[in-house]
């Protein structure tokens, strides 16, 4: 049985995803839908204007597509024709995204899973579990260490800054204090530090340093490193798109304190988003094929439905 | 909607069982079945032999029994007449006592969760999760700090010992090289480490040191700490039933290195086996009110059915 899938989107998640499926034993890549007329890939590639011609020959649809304005002005359409898998990621608007997609979904008798990936992701289907072991609980999420686009940009609009990149860390501190229970004391600016790296002429880098850390709303309050390096360091270790964190959840049970921890440390968060993504696709196929239908968050897909094995070879080899 | 519950067992995991259940929103605590006539409780005691006819005023039995021979003979009588959650532990046997109960249960019309707490239980479904997203992973899965009965059994059974216990410790060389990708180096030897806390005579110390350190497949070829206490410091630091680890799976994506990991750190091993435990009482009562039998595995379970929050709540606050 494979799973005959496409992909809408190629920016730095399609290219990931695309790359992924390759490595998956029971799927094949139908071709990339785009609005560009040519994308540097030997994959097929198709108007997106033409997509719904393809729907008896695609099994699962990824979108990687933005969740700015991409996915709330196209995903519904998609769903309507495709059983998909997205990584909308706005995540006051997820319940909103998920009730149009289980319209659009039901309607047409195809399957939705939204909102895959880390976070929301594997982080939502930790942050539900570890609360659920526990009468009550204090649950902490840490972000990093991983590269912020905000951040980053705010250091270059600065005079005399060449390149530079922030790398958002929690801090080990506040990681300790969730681990031992004491997470309700971590406050906003104390959980993690901003670390700067910083590409500019040495006689400028007194004056960089100040005004980045008297920078109010982006680094005032935070603990603040600022590193200069040249050009050349640079290029060759600060290219990448680590990211990563940890959920941390404490609780009281019988007068004992228990902590369950999921962390993720990643050298690419496109290339592992897109895993996630792949890995819910085979259970998007999986539901639609027993005959279910509408949108899925994580909260609902049984975790076996991810793996290319079978329950009985899960069951003898992890369980 | 309240769920009621029953017990039957009452050792350390029952005892866990009743005193979370007390603290749960949707639940009740009908009684504990037990051979024995009189338990130190407040909670209705009554014969196990009777428990036929409690059938139809409880939802969800958990069996707190032992899983060395109670569940193997006596898990299918029950799962005849209610609906259970075990917590059976024999991984090698698994496949098989999920066929005998998926029968039992799916026969009388009942749900049957198998294999519940930690590990098998949580370490599972993270080990089920975690290689889905790989298309190729190293997995290790570490145990500790946590108290090892035989181990702790061997050192008593030295001349001259009056208390003492172990406690098998991941290594943290070996924690780290799996975070780092390098888990296949990893050899079971190196992966933990033995700590020893002996009550003795001090003239004895050495010739009961000797006697550790050389014991054959217990102690040699692992990492041995041996620490002599009084009886006042055992009495006071070495009483509880701590244990957790962790389930560190890393793979290459796109020539990245991208690592998950799951960890545990308990006080108290039986209370958060049975707070797991109890929540997928949550999820049997909800299945079998879905319309569903038969036995099921935590991989197949739809993580939101553990919680006692609807899954709307939950889309708002964990996605």
Chains 1, 2 share one sequence.
Not at 105 to 119: E, F, L, M, Q, Y
Not at 139 to 149: L, M
Not at 214 to 235: C, L, N, R
């Amino acid at each position: 049985m494979t799973i005959r899938t496409a992909i809408v989107g190629y920016g730095n998640l399609g290219r990931s995803v695309e790359e992924n499926i390759r490595n998956q034993p029971d799927m094949e890549l139908v071709g990339i839908f785009s609005r560009r007329a040519e994308l540097d890939t030997d994959t097929p590639v198709y108007p997106v204007a033409d997509i719904d011609s393809y729907r008896d020959s695609v099994d699962v649809l990824f979108l990687c597509l933005g969740s700015a304005t991409d996915i709330p002005e196209q995903a519904t359409a998609f769903a309507a024709s495709f059983s998909t898998v997205d990584t909308y990621d706005n995540h006051k608007k997820i319940p909103a995204h998920y009730e149009a997609m289980d319209e659009a979904a039901a309607d047409n008798g195809n399957v939705a899973i939204v909102s895959t990936g880390w976070d929301p992701g594997l982080f939502s289907l930790n942050r539900t579990i570890a609360s659920s072991i526990f009468p009550t609980s204090q649950q902490n999420t840490f972000w990093g260490k991983g590269v912020s686009q905000g951040h980053s940009d705010a250091l270059r609009r600065i005079d005399g800054v060449k390149k530079a990149v922030q790398y958002t860390i929690p801090r080990e501190d506040a990681i300790e204090a969730a681990r031992g229970g004491h997470g309700a004391d971590v406050t906003g600016h104390g959980a993690h530090l901003r670390q700067c790296w910083v590409v500019a002429d040495e006689s400028e880098h007194d004056r960089i340093r100040e005004e980045i850390v008297t920078m109010p709303d982006y680094f005032v309050g935070y603990e603040v490193e600022v590193h200069f390096i040249s050009q050349e360091d640079f290029a060759r270790d600060h290219q990448g798109l680590p990211h990563g964190g940890h959920v941390i959840t404490s609780g009281t049970l019988g007068g004992t304190t228990n902590a369950v921890e999921f962390s993720l440390a990643l050298e690419s968060n496109p290339d592992f988003t897109a895993a996630v993504q792949v890995a819910y696709g085979r259970a998007a196929y999986r539901l639609k094929d027993a005959g279910l239908t509408g949108a899925f968050s994580v909260l609902e897909v049984p975790p076996y439905l991810l793996a290319p094995e079978s329950l009985e070879e899960l069951l003898t080899r992890d369980v």
